[in-house]
Protein backbone atom coordinates (compact mmCIF):
# COMPACT_ATOMS: atom_id res chain seq x y z
CA UNK A 1 0.00 0.00 0.00
CA UNK A 2 1.45 3.73 -0.73
CA UNK A 3 2.37 5.38 2.30
CA UNK A 4 0.13 8.60 1.72
CA UNK A 5 -2.54 8.08 0.19
CA UNK A 6 -5.30 11.13 -0.73
CA UNK A 7 -9.17 10.47 -2.05
CA UNK A 8 -11.41 12.81 -2.73
CA UNK A 9 -10.36 15.62 -0.72
CA UNK A 10 -12.27 19.14 -0.28
CA UNK A 11 -12.16 21.97 1.02
CA UNK A 12 -14.30 25.37 0.48
CA UNK A 13 -13.70 29.25 2.07
CA UNK A 14 -17.15 30.53 1.89
CA UNK A 15 -19.07 29.40 -0.70
CA UNK A 16 -15.57 29.46 -2.95
CA UNK A 17 -14.73 25.64 -3.79
CA UNK A 18 -10.98 25.92 -3.69
CA UNK A 19 -10.45 22.06 -3.49
CA UNK A 20 -13.06 20.07 -5.74
CA UNK A 21 -12.24 16.50 -4.62
CA UNK A 22 -8.49 15.61 -4.80
CA UNK A 23 -6.98 11.74 -5.41
CA UNK A 24 -3.36 11.17 -5.38
CA UNK A 25 -1.34 8.40 -4.02
CA UNK A 26 2.36 8.96 -2.91
CA UNK A 27 5.37 5.78 -2.34
CA UNK A 28 7.78 6.05 0.57
CA UNK A 29 10.94 7.56 -0.82
CA UNK A 30 9.01 9.45 -3.55
CA UNK A 31 9.15 13.46 -4.26
CA UNK A 32 6.09 14.55 -5.65
CA UNK A 33 6.18 18.05 -7.25
CA UNK A 34 3.22 20.04 -6.96
CA UNK A 35 2.89 23.01 -10.05
CA UNK A 36 -0.18 25.33 -10.70
CA UNK A 37 -0.71 28.80 -10.95
CA UNK A 38 -1.34 30.82 -8.53
CA UNK A 39 -5.00 30.45 -6.77
CA UNK A 40 -4.93 27.01 -8.03
CA UNK A 41 -5.33 25.45 -4.40
CA UNK A 42 -1.70 24.25 -3.60
CA UNK A 43 -1.07 25.61 -0.53
CA UNK A 44 -4.72 24.65 0.52
CA UNK A 45 -4.01 21.22 -0.31
CA UNK A 46 -0.40 21.16 1.92
CA UNK A 47 -2.68 22.80 4.82
CA UNK A 48 -5.00 20.24 4.77
CA UNK A 49 -2.51 17.74 5.00
CA UNK A 50 -1.08 19.14 7.60
CA UNK A 51 -4.12 20.31 9.97
CA UNK A 52 -3.50 23.66 9.36
CA UNK A 53 -6.63 23.84 7.64
CA UNK A 54 -9.76 21.30 8.16
CA UNK A 55 -10.93 19.72 5.11
CA UNK A 56 -14.58 19.49 4.34
CA UNK A 57 -14.94 15.78 2.99
CA UNK A 58 -12.72 12.68 1.79
CA UNK A 59 -9.94 11.01 3.57
CA UNK A 60 -6.25 10.89 4.39
CA UNK A 61 -4.67 7.88 5.03
CA UNK A 62 -0.86 7.68 6.14
CA UNK A 63 0.67 3.91 6.32
CA UNK A 64 -2.75 1.80 6.56
CA UNK A 65 -4.28 4.60 9.75
CA UNK A 66 -7.17 6.89 8.04
CA UNK A 67 -5.90 10.40 9.82
CA UNK A 68 -8.51 11.80 8.53
CA UNK A 69 -12.02 11.33 6.92
CA UNK A 70 -13.14 8.12 5.53
CA UNK A 71 -16.37 5.70 5.59
CA UNK A 72 -17.36 5.03 9.17
CA UNK A 73 -19.06 8.41 10.53
CA UNK A 74 -18.52 7.79 13.96
CA UNK A 75 -14.84 7.10 13.55
CA UNK A 76 -13.90 10.31 10.93
CA UNK A 77 -16.22 12.38 13.67
CA UNK A 78 -13.30 11.28 16.98
CA UNK A 79 -10.37 11.98 14.36
CA UNK A 80 -11.44 15.69 14.18
CA UNK A 81 -11.39 15.44 18.36
CA UNK A 82 -8.18 18.62 19.11
CA UNK A 83 -6.21 16.18 20.92
CA UNK A 84 -5.94 13.21 17.87
CA UNK A 85 -5.63 16.43 15.39
CA UNK A 86 -1.97 16.86 17.47
CA UNK A 87 -1.05 13.80 17.03
CA UNK A 88 -1.85 12.91 13.12
CA UNK A 89 -0.39 16.48 12.23
CA UNK A 90 3.47 14.83 13.51
CA UNK A 91 2.93 12.58 10.30
CA UNK A 92 4.21 15.81 8.50
CA UNK A 93 6.37 18.22 8.46
CA UNK A 94 5.59 21.80 6.94
CA UNK A 95 8.52 24.58 5.50
CA UNK A 96 7.08 27.68 4.53
CA UNK A 97 8.22 30.13 1.54
CA UNK A 98 9.45 32.59 4.39
CA UNK A 99 11.23 30.25 7.15
CA UNK A 100 8.85 30.88 10.15
CA UNK A 101 11.96 30.17 12.69
CA UNK A 102 11.84 31.67 16.38
CA UNK A 103 13.86 35.25 16.28
CA UNK A 104 14.29 35.21 19.77
CA UNK A 105 16.36 31.29 19.93
CA UNK A 106 19.41 30.47 18.95
CA UNK A 107 19.49 27.95 15.56
CA UNK A 108 20.17 25.27 18.41
CA UNK A 109 16.90 25.95 20.21
CA UNK A 110 14.79 26.48 17.30
CA UNK A 111 15.69 22.82 16.32
CA UNK A 112 14.94 21.45 19.68
CA UNK A 113 11.97 23.65 21.20
CA UNK A 114 9.51 21.73 19.73
CA UNK A 115 11.08 18.23 19.06
CA UNK A 116 12.03 18.86 23.51
CA UNK A 117 8.18 18.92 23.97
CA UNK A 118 6.91 16.23 21.73
CA UNK A 119 9.35 13.76 23.60
CA UNK A 120 8.50 14.98 27.47
CA UNK A 121 5.14 13.96 26.04
CA UNK A 122 6.12 11.07 24.56
CA UNK A 123 8.49 10.07 28.28
CA UNK A 124 5.10 10.58 30.21
CA UNK A 125 3.77 7.37 28.97
CA UNK A 126 6.67 5.09 29.32
CA UNK A 127 6.45 2.75 32.02
CA UNK A 128 8.44 4.79 35.03
CA UNK A 129 11.51 2.47 34.88
CA UNK A 130 11.92 3.35 31.51
CA UNK A 131 11.78 6.68 31.65
CA UNK A 132 14.74 9.64 30.94
CA UNK A 133 15.31 12.26 32.49
CA UNK A 134 14.93 16.13 31.04
CA UNK A 135 18.85 16.10 31.21
CA UNK A 136 18.78 12.87 28.75
CA UNK A 137 16.26 14.18 26.35
CA UNK A 138 18.46 17.45 25.87
CA UNK A 139 21.49 15.69 25.38
CA UNK A 140 20.03 13.66 23.08
CA UNK A 141 17.93 15.90 21.13
CA UNK A 142 21.00 18.53 21.03
CA UNK A 143 23.52 15.48 19.07
CA UNK A 144 20.38 14.99 17.02
CA UNK A 145 20.19 18.76 16.32
CA UNK A 146 24.04 18.59 15.32
CA UNK A 147 23.78 15.95 12.49
CA UNK A 148 21.17 17.63 11.05
CA UNK A 149 22.83 20.81 11.18
CA UNK A 150 25.63 18.95 9.52
CA UNK A 151 23.64 17.47 6.65
CA UNK A 152 22.13 21.19 6.00
CA UNK A 153 25.94 22.26 6.16
CA UNK A 154 24.88 25.17 9.24
CA UNK A 155 26.95 23.44 11.63
CA UNK A 156 29.23 26.65 12.66
CA UNK A 157 25.65 28.34 13.42
CA UNK A 158 24.35 26.53 16.10
CA UNK A 159 24.65 29.48 18.28
CA UNK A 160 23.74 31.85 16.18
CA UNK A 161 20.34 34.16 15.90
CA UNK A 162 17.77 34.13 12.60
CA UNK A 163 18.48 37.44 12.28
CA UNK A 164 22.53 36.93 11.45
CA UNK A 165 21.64 34.04 9.08
CA UNK A 166 20.89 34.50 5.18
CA UNK A 167 17.67 33.59 3.85
CA UNK A 168 18.69 30.45 2.65
CA UNK A 169 20.32 29.37 5.78
CA UNK A 170 17.36 30.25 7.79
CA UNK A 171 15.59 28.12 5.06
CA UNK A 172 17.99 25.40 5.52
CA UNK A 173 17.70 25.96 9.46
CA UNK A 174 13.69 25.41 8.83
CA UNK A 175 14.05 22.01 7.10
CA UNK A 176 16.36 20.73 10.48
CA UNK A 177 13.36 21.88 12.46
CA UNK A 178 11.01 20.31 10.35
CA UNK A 179 13.23 17.11 9.92
CA UNK A 180 14.08 16.51 14.10
CA UNK A 181 10.31 15.68 14.38
CA UNK A 182 11.15 12.93 12.38
CA UNK A 183 7.95 13.41 9.85
CA UNK A 184 6.37 10.67 7.35
CA UNK A 185 6.17 13.32 5.06
CA UNK A 186 8.63 16.15 4.74
CA UNK A 187 5.94 19.16 2.91
CA UNK A 188 7.62 22.62 1.03
CA UNK A 189 5.10 25.32 0.13
CA UNK A 190 7.01 27.45 -2.47
CA UNK A 191 10.50 26.93 -0.48
CA UNK A 192 12.76 29.38 -2.31
CA UNK A 193 10.39 31.96 -3.28
CA UNK A 194 11.96 34.10 -1.26
CA UNK A 195 15.42 33.92 -2.15
CA UNK A 196 17.93 34.81 -4.60
CA UNK A 197 18.90 32.69 -7.59
CA UNK A 198 21.87 31.82 -5.50
CA UNK A 199 20.13 30.88 -2.01
CA UNK A 200 17.48 29.58 -3.97
CA UNK A 201 20.45 26.41 -5.71
CA UNK A 202 21.81 25.92 -1.94
CA UNK A 203 18.08 25.45 -0.56
CA UNK A 204 17.54 23.21 -3.56
CA UNK A 205 20.80 21.45 -3.12
CA UNK A 206 19.51 20.60 0.14
CA UNK A 207 16.26 19.28 -0.49
CA UNK A 208 17.87 16.61 -3.48
CA UNK A 209 20.40 15.99 -1.04
CA UNK A 210 17.03 14.37 1.44
CA UNK A 211 15.95 12.61 -1.59
CA UNK A 212 18.50 10.19 -1.35
CA UNK A 213 18.06 9.85 1.95
CA UNK A 214 14.94 8.24 1.30
CA UNK A 215 12.81 11.26 2.89
CA UNK A 216 9.31 11.32 0.82
CA UNK A 217 8.31 15.38 0.13
CA UNK A 218 5.71 17.11 -1.25
CA UNK A 219 7.23 20.06 -3.05
CA UNK A 220 4.54 22.64 -4.05
CA UNK A 221 7.54 24.61 -6.15
CA UNK A 222 7.33 27.47 -9.30
CA UNK A 223 10.99 25.86 -9.84
CA UNK A 224 10.42 23.97 -13.06
CA UNK A 225 14.19 22.65 -13.43
CA UNK A 226 14.01 21.33 -9.73
CA UNK A 227 10.62 19.73 -10.30
CA UNK A 228 11.92 18.31 -13.44
CA UNK A 229 15.30 16.90 -12.20
CA UNK A 230 14.44 15.80 -8.75
CA UNK A 231 10.82 14.81 -8.35
CA UNK A 232 9.44 11.01 -9.18
CA UNK A 233 5.83 12.53 -9.86
CA UNK A 234 4.68 15.75 -10.73
CA UNK A 235 0.79 17.11 -10.40
CA UNK A 236 -0.71 19.95 -12.19
CA UNK A 237 -3.52 21.68 -10.04
CA UNK A 238 -5.75 23.93 -11.89
CA UNK A 239 -8.84 25.77 -10.82
CA UNK A 240 -8.91 23.32 -7.42
CA UNK A 241 -8.84 19.89 -9.58
CA UNK A 242 -5.65 17.68 -10.29
CA UNK A 243 -5.95 18.44 -14.44
CA UNK A 244 -2.86 16.41 -14.89
CA UNK A 245 -0.54 14.04 -13.15
CA UNK A 246 2.48 11.87 -14.43
CA UNK A 247 6.99 11.24 -14.55
CA UNK A 248 8.35 14.76 -15.23
CA UNK A 249 8.71 14.01 -19.16
CA UNK A 250 4.68 13.09 -19.35
CA UNK A 251 3.99 16.40 -17.58
CA UNK A 252 7.06 18.54 -19.11
CA UNK A 253 7.55 17.15 -22.35
CA UNK A 254 4.25 15.50 -23.36
CA UNK A 255 1.52 17.57 -22.00
CA UNK A 256 -1.63 16.74 -22.86
CA UNK A 257 -4.27 19.18 -21.13
CA UNK A 258 -4.15 22.90 -23.30
CA UNK A 259 -3.90 24.81 -19.28
CA UNK A 260 -1.10 23.25 -19.04
CA UNK A 261 0.66 23.20 -22.31
CA UNK A 262 -0.17 26.74 -21.86
CA UNK A 263 1.39 26.85 -18.56
CA UNK A 264 4.47 25.63 -19.49
CA UNK A 265 4.78 27.74 -22.48
CA UNK A 266 4.43 30.60 -20.07
CA UNK A 267 7.23 29.49 -17.27
N1 LIG B 1 -8.40 31.29 4.53
C1 LIG B 1 -8.97 31.55 3.35
N2 LIG B 1 -10.16 32.18 3.26
C2 LIG B 1 -10.75 32.42 2.07
N3 LIG B 1 -10.22 32.07 0.88
C3 LIG B 1 -9.03 31.45 0.89
C4 LIG B 1 -8.33 31.16 2.12
N4 LIG B 1 -7.17 30.52 1.82
C5 LIG B 1 -7.14 30.43 0.46
N5 LIG B 1 -8.25 30.98 -0.09
C6 LIG B 1 -8.56 31.04 -1.53
O1 LIG B 1 -8.38 29.75 -2.07
C7 LIG B 1 -7.81 29.82 -3.39
C8 LIG B 1 -6.58 28.96 -3.45
O2 LIG B 1 -5.57 29.52 -2.63
P1 LIG B 1 -4.17 28.83 -2.40
O3 LIG B 1 -3.42 29.69 -1.45
O4 LIG B 1 -4.37 27.42 -2.01
O5 LIG B 1 -3.54 28.90 -3.86
P2 LIG B 1 -2.07 28.55 -4.36
O6 LIG B 1 -2.22 27.58 -5.47
O7 LIG B 1 -1.23 28.16 -3.22
O8 LIG B 1 -1.59 29.96 -4.98
P3 LIG B 1 -0.12 30.64 -4.98
O9 LIG B 1 0.63 29.99 -6.12
O10 LIG B 1 -0.41 32.08 -5.25
O11 LIG B 1 0.50 30.42 -3.65
C9 LIG B 1 -7.56 31.29 -3.66
O12 LIG B 1 -8.61 31.77 -4.44
C10 LIG B 1 -7.59 31.93 -2.28
O13 LIG B 1 -8.05 33.24 -2.33
MG1 LIG C 1 0.47 29.02 -2.32
Redesign the pocket.
Known sequence: MALLEVTNLKKS??D?E?LKGINFSLEKGEVLAII??????????LRCLNFLETADSGSIQVEHYTIFGGEDKAAAAALRNPKQIRKNRLYFGLVFQSFHLFPQYTVLQNLTLSAYLKALKENKTLPRQERRTKAEIRSDLDQQAMELLARVGLSEKVSSYPCELSGGQQQRVAIARALMLTPDILCFD?PTSALDPELTKEVLGVIRSLKSSDTTMIV?THEMDFARNVADKVIF?AHGIIEEEGTPEEVFDHPKSPILQSFISNT
Do not use: A, I, P
Request: charge should be neutral; avoid cysteine; charged fraction near 10%.
Open positions: FQTVGSSGSGKTTLEVM
